[in-house]
Antibody
Framework: QVKLVESGGGVVQPGRSLRLSCSAS????????MHWVRRAPGKGLEWVSS????????FYADSVRGRFTISRDNSKSTLYLQMDSLRSDDMAVYHC?????????????WGQGTLVTVST | EIVLTQSPATLYLSPGDRATLSCRAS??????IAWYQQKSGQTPRLLMY???NRAPGTPARFSGSVSGTDFTLTISSLEPEDFAVYFC???????????FGQGTRLEIK
């Protein structure tokens, strides 16, 4: 059974940085594309970023491109999201999620998420 | 940018009823639409993909269809565990991006 556990969330001031991690188990991590999705308070789901199984391809939503960096360490079965220049509208619960075998595909399953609060 | 509009926002039905949930795309999206179910306190779970294919573990009472840019999720006979929020999602393969609808809440009447 696939298990995804996010960590690294917290309270951060606008303009500062935060790095999220997602530890994966129950799968051969290096075989799957991975994703980050977020949900801001009172708002809908928003795709944030995706990375290919080998890390060679990355994609970002327009709202985070140039500020966020997705990466992975297949030797540690861990996905990362480096978030720089954080803004108030980045405040959300961030979920990591599994993609498809050697592809991006559909987003499932999801981790429970980690809360990022951007506030002075 | 493709926008997905789901209707209704809330649907009140009883167990045993037939549920029809709509997701309209602002432009052609071929069949790159998925449906997710989110129960209270849980994360979204993939129900349907490529508009009409059931994901592993999805009961046969769930079906998906498409007509142009209108996508429909149908639950033939509601079970108590089906009352949840349903999201549709579009995937653009190049450049890769995903868009979610705002959701339809299915509530017990």
């Amino acid at each position: 059974q696939v298990k995804l556990v996010e960590s690294g969330g917290g309270v951060v001031q606008p303009g500062r940085s935060l790095r999220l991690s997602c530890s994966a188990s129950g799968l051969i991590f290096s075989n799957y594309g991975m994703h980050w999705v977020r949900r801001a308070p009172g708002k809908g789901l928003e795709w944030v970023s995706s990375i290919s199984f080998d890390g060679s391809k990355t994609f970002y939503a327009d709202s985070v491109r140039g500020r966020f960096t997705i990466s992975r360490d297949n030797s540690k079965s861990t996905l990362y999201l480096q978030m720089d220049s954080l803004r108030s509208d980045d405040m959300a619960v961030y979920h990591c999620a599994k993609g498809s075998y050697y592809d991006f595909g559909w987003i499932d399953p999801w981790g429970q998420g980690t809360l990022v609060t951007v506030s002075t | 940018e493709i926008v997905l509009t789901q209707s209704p926002a809330t649907l009140y039905l009883s167990p045993g009823d037939r549920a029809t949930l709509s997701c309209r795309a602002s432009q052609s999206v071929r069949s790159y639409i998925a449906w997710y179910q989110q129960k209270s306190g849980q994360t979204p779970r993939l129900l349907m993909y490529d508009a009409s294919n059931r994901a592993p573990g999805t009961p046969a009472r769930f079906s998906g269809s498409v007509s142009g840019t209108d996508f429909t999720l149908t639950i033939s006979s509601l079970e108590p565990e089906d009352f949840a929020v349903y999201f549709c999602q579009y995937r653009d393969n190049w450049p890769l991006m995903y868009t979610f609808g705002q959701g339809t809440r299915l509530e017990i009447k």
